[in-house]
């Protein structure tokens, strides 16, 4: 006996090979792979040839461990711009770069060389420091690439690269030739850890204990000079320091010459807390007790902090009175000199500040106003080395390391009577941002760049060709800036402002040489334009080991002699460069000399409409936007961006910055093998780069979560498309359905809003937005109500391949309009939707929708009719709840709905009186005209539609299947389905 077909059958559900698990740990790579072989990237650029270029450098990332999540979001920011500008029809080639000279690296490779490294030559020990940055170049290459990250991976830029050495060291002659460079003795930040220099961006302050101690020091010139009041008086300054260790190298004492300086008469330290004093008691009392000079703001606090009892002032003068003034050294036979300077400050301490001119910037510029020593004493590793003792035996600190020095000399205070007061202090302290350890300040002889050197302003402005100098041109180039967060552009303002002298050098090994021949006599270098040319072409052959492998000799001019001296002897400088000012020079290293940026860029230079952004975090201003900056103008009159964005930091849910020791870090690459690598685009998607934001596995599973809603919406959006050929079934514009008409215009809206998101950099505003028209606009409401078209019209019909054309066109605009930041699932789904002519095979390769492309009217007018038409419809919704929850009702479609309005409200019903009922999903609804918008909802009249489940005035046979609709059986006979009859019936 034949089986009898389910009616069932007939219905036209949804049918797509677009899988609804997603499986993208396994999925992604192969997709990679596919990108691959497709030679994806180089297709990217064959499209882009002749379009406007933008041009997105790449800030790069250190090469010496694998990736963290803080490089995911900067590569994966990056990666949403580079390709939203690309699909926005800019040609936006993204060369990536990698940081790989400097000192972590150095330390690394000298922890595995050990002792060997003693015996070996110096290029051998650089062949063994590329080798360790190429294997992290290598690791976080296929890192990024495997969260989806566009770009010419096989050729990225790297610092160590002969062609990069050459160009670092092509710039630093530019300044050499220009007079920017002089070799002084000046205070760096130093690391006595790693022994080198430090810039001011290679500082990190951290919380450290130190001691704080007050120390007097006696006045030996005339007292009455001051006041006769002090006349015969034993007479002190005290001053206050929280670097014990420095005492050795004081050599002044400094005041303000604008305060008000007191001198104290006080109690010894027993009388404390006696009660007060008669002038004629007093007198008798202090008549030999020592007399303090202290800034008068600040005397009450330095009276309780060094515990002298009660006090009253004898005079006061101002500041300049003590310039000049002489005093004795608290513990080495020493006069210290007084002083003015204007950085004292009434903020803490006693006013006067002692003063070790090789230990401060301040003190250092203090002491050669006034001549005084600035030799240090402290070597490279932080080594005291005693001067001006007098003792029989080595001075107690001599040969100790600074910080292991500071218990010993508060030791020596209080045996000379010296130490007023001592505590422990907790405060913010400068550390090494590499190796963590608390640095000092120490005068060395270093390469700095002068920030005051004389400039010309260049063509193009008001004030071209006038004079100024290179931080006065760096401050206006500042302004020309487009920054993003705004307050980026005061930040970098006040560092350049107030900055200090840039110190180049380093002394290390691994790093661009500071090649410069230095005439042996004087020390000074060898200025010779051909000469630098030379270097630089054997620096482009041989890479920086040819500084070390050629003799002086092959590289010294015939007849060469020092412009200074006339000596024609030379030896070659052992410094490096500053990795600062490595990666900075990479705009001319990169893109002034790539030749896929070079002509865009060389646009850029010549000011045409040419972009060059820069997107990295906000610790950058110190660092690479800083020294990009300052390289930038001294070179070539300008800043080498014309937008910068700031990206904040990555925390854990309770705002704890991520760390291994907290265990709290959320690593990209695990996250990406166990949930993909979508995952991880996902969450940067999600959040607003600009502030701090959380990160974790719990968030990242709520991504995870979003992600597959996503998926499962265009997976709904293709099968309701099977069978649909845009080319002979898309319906015209003019001829869709009203409700089909009001989704484009949606999507219409929501395109217009997302290209303006990108060109913002708004991420989270897409992530959000597409979430909500996804689930809300499309899932929860139009994919809902259409089902009864989709399911039992026939394919052929007018209403069906309206709401097909519309989905049609939702997906090929939703589809690319996520592509940036989900890309790896927008390219499966643009393999699954209706084939169209020329369709391009990477939907990578395609640029965004346009507005007018997706529906051709302005949307404003109709959403707000249907924002109308969905505020009545809310009522309606509302009511059939009401009546479900009293049980006078089941399903939508077993209720039909009287609606009575009056006026503009009628009016719009009647518009809409033909689609009401799919968009409220009942049987039937009926339009009256009323006093006010009411509503009534019935059980629906008529017999239940065996197929379409509908309420319907009439029902019927279809051969053998019963209680089928007239609209039911006309789609069927339109689907050419005969009336089933029943077996060994006639056919």
Same mark, same amino acid.
């Given at each position: $006996? ?46 882009? @040839? ?69 015996? $070996? ?65 000046? *205070? ?70 604008? %305060? ?29 007790? *020592? ?61 006067? !500040? ?77 550390? &090494? ?156 290293? !990169?893109?002034?000399?790539? *030749? ?37 103008? @001294? ?78 919406? %265009?997976? %709904? ?95 090929? @605009? ?19 939707? *209706? ?50 929850? @009293? ?77 089928? &609709? ?22």
């Amino acid at each position: $006996m034949a089986s009898v077909p389910e009616l069932k059958a007939t219905l036209q559900l949804p049918q797509t090979a677009f899988p609804m698990k997603a499986n993208l740990p396994q999925n992604e790579p192969l997709r990679l792979k596919k990108w691959a072989e497709m030679r994806l990237w180089q297709e990217l650029r064959k499209a882009g @040839a002749g379009r406007p270029a933008y041009i997105l450098h790449d800030g790069p990332p250190y090469a010496n461990g694998p990736i963290h999540l803080g490089h995911a979001l900067n590569k994966g920011l990056k990666d949403f711009v580079v390709k939203s500008k690309t699909m926005a029809g800019f040609d936006s080639p993204y060369v990536p770069g990698f940081d790989c000279h400097g000192l972590p690296i150095e330390i690394k490779v000298d922890e595995q060389l050990g002792r060997k490294k003693l015996e $070996m030559p110096v290029p051998a020990v650089l062949e063994a420091c590329r080798a360790y940055a190429q294997k992290y170049v290598d690791l976080q290459t296929s890192q990024f690439e495997r969260i989806g990250v566009f770009g010419r991976w096989d050729n990225s830029y790297k610092t160590m690269s002969r062609q990069y050495e050459a160009k670092t060291l092509e710039a630093l002659y530019g300044f050499l030739e220009q007079d920017f460079v002089y070799r002084g003795l000046k *205070p760096v930040y130093w690391c006595i850890h790693d022994r080198t220099a430090l810039a001011d961006a290679e500082i990190e302050y951290e919380q450290h204990t130190s001691p704080s101690v007050y120390v007097r020091y006696r006045l030996t010139s005339d007292a009455a000079a001051l006041d006769e009041a002090l006349k015969g008086r034993e007479v002190y300054t005290i001053i206050w320091t929280t670097t014990p260790w420095t005492l050795p190298a004081s050599l002044a004492v400094a005041f303000h010459p604008d %305060f008000d300086y007191v001198a104290l008469e006080s109690t010894q330290p027993t009388d404390v807390g006696a009660p007060g004093l008669d002038s004629e008691t007093w007198d008798t009392t202090t008549a030999n007790s *020592p007399v303090y000079i202290v800034a008068a703001e600040l005397a009450p606090a330095v009276a309780a902090a060094c515990n002298l009892g009660e006090t009253r002032e004898l005079a006061r003068f101002k500041g300049r009175a003590l310039d000049r003034t002489s005093y004795q050294h608290p513990f080495l036979n020493r006069s210290i000199l007084g002083v003015l300077a204007n950085y004292v400050t009434a903020d803490a301490g006693t006013g006067a !500040v002692h003063t070790a001119p090789s230990h401060g910037a301040d003190d250092f510029y203090t002491g050669q106003r006034y001549g005084l020593d600035l030799t240090c004493n402290v070597d490279a590793a932080g080594v005291i080395h005693a001067t001006d003792w007098t003792g029989d035996a080595p001075a107690p600190y001599d040969n100790k390391k600074v910080f292991a020095a500071n218990p010993i000399i508060i030791e020596l205070l209080k045996e000379r009577g010296a130490l007023m007061a001592q505590a422990n202090l907790q405060h913010s302290y400068p550390h &090494c941002w590499r190796c963590h350890h608390p640095v000092i300040f120490r005068a060395t002889e270093q390469w700095f760049i002068s920030l005051e050197t004389p400039m010309k302003r260049p063509g193009g402005s008001d004030k071209a060709g006038s004079d100024t100098t290179f931080r006065q041109l760096s401050i206006e180039e500042i302004d020309k800036v487009k920054w993003d967060p705004s307050w980026g552009k005061e930040r970098i303002t006040n560092m350049i402002a107030t900055r200090p002298d840039w110190c180049i050098s380093r002394q290390r090994i691994w790093g661009v040489p500071i090649a410069v021949l230095m005439c042996t006599s004087c020390q000074k270098p060898l200025i010779d334009a051909a000469l630098n040319k030379k270097i630089v072409t054997l620096f482009e052959n041989e890479g920086a080991e040819a500084w070390h492998t050629t003799s002086v000799e092959a590289l010294t001019p015939a007849g060469a002699k020092c412009a200074h001296c006339d000596n024609g002897e030379f030896r070659k400088e052992t410094d490096i460069l500053d990795v600062w000012f490595d990666s900075g020079t990479s705009w001319l290293a !990169v893109s002034e000399s790539d *030749p896929d940026l070079k002509a865009a860029y060389a646009n850029f230079e010549h000011n045409k409409p040419v972009e060059v952004l820069y997107l990295e975090g906000g610790d950058q201003h110190r660092g690479w936007f800083h020294s990009s900056l300052l390289t930038s103008v @001294a070179l070539r009159g300008h800043a080498p961006y014309s937008h910068v964005a700031t990206a904040g930091w990555t925390l854990d849910e309770q705002g704890r910055a991520m760390s291994k020791s907290l265990g709290n870090g959320v690593d990209p690459v695990d996250i990406a093998n166990r949930m993909g690598g979508e995952i991880v685009r996902l969450w940067v998607a999600s959040i607003d780069f600009r502030e701090d934001m959380a990160a974790s596995e719990n968030l990242m599973a709520r991504c995870a979560e979003i992600y597959r809603k996503l998926r499962n919406t %265009f997976r %709904f959006l293709l099968g309701n498309l099977a069978g649909f050929t845009p080319a002979t079934d898309a319906v015209p514009e003019a001829e869709l359905l009203p409700l089909d008409r009001y989704m484009l215009a949606k999507t219409r809206d929501l395109t217009e809003k997302i290209l303006g998101w990108y060109a913002a950099f708004e991420f989270h505003r897409i992530y959000h937005a597409v979430n909500e028209f996804a689930i809300v606009d499309l899932s929860a409401f139009y994919l809902d109500v259409l089902k009864d078209r989709m399911y039992t019209f026939a394919p052929t019909s007018a209403a069906r391949l309206s709401a097909q054309t519309v989905l049609w066109k939702i997906a090929e @605009a939703l589809v690319r309009l996520v592509a940036p930041i989900l890309s790896f699932t927008a390219d499966e789904v643009w393999e699954y939707l *209706p084939q169209v002519e020329g369709r391009e095979p990477s939907v990578h390769l395609a640029l965004f929708p346009k507005p007018e492309e997706v529906f051709s009217e302005n949307p404003a007018a109709l959403l707000e009719e249907w924002k109308q038409v969905f505020e009545i419809r809310d009522v309606a919704l509302r009511v059939l709840e009401e009546e479900r929850q @009293a049980k006078r009702i089941g399903k939508g479609l077993e209720a039909e709905l009287e609606i009575a309005a009056s006026s503009n409200q009628l009016v719009l019903l009647q518009r809409h009186a033909a689609g009401l009922k799919e968009i409220l999903n009942v049987s039937r609804v009926v339009v009256v005209e009323g006093s006010e918008l009411t509503v009534k909802a019935l059980p629906a009249s008529g017999h239940k539609c065996a197929r379409c489940w509908n309420y319907m005035p009439h029902v019927s046979n279809y051969g053998i299947w019963a209680d089928v &609709c007239d609209r039911c059986q006309s789609a069927l006979r339109e689907m050419n389905v005969a009336p089933p009859q029943p077996e060994g019936a006639a056919a």
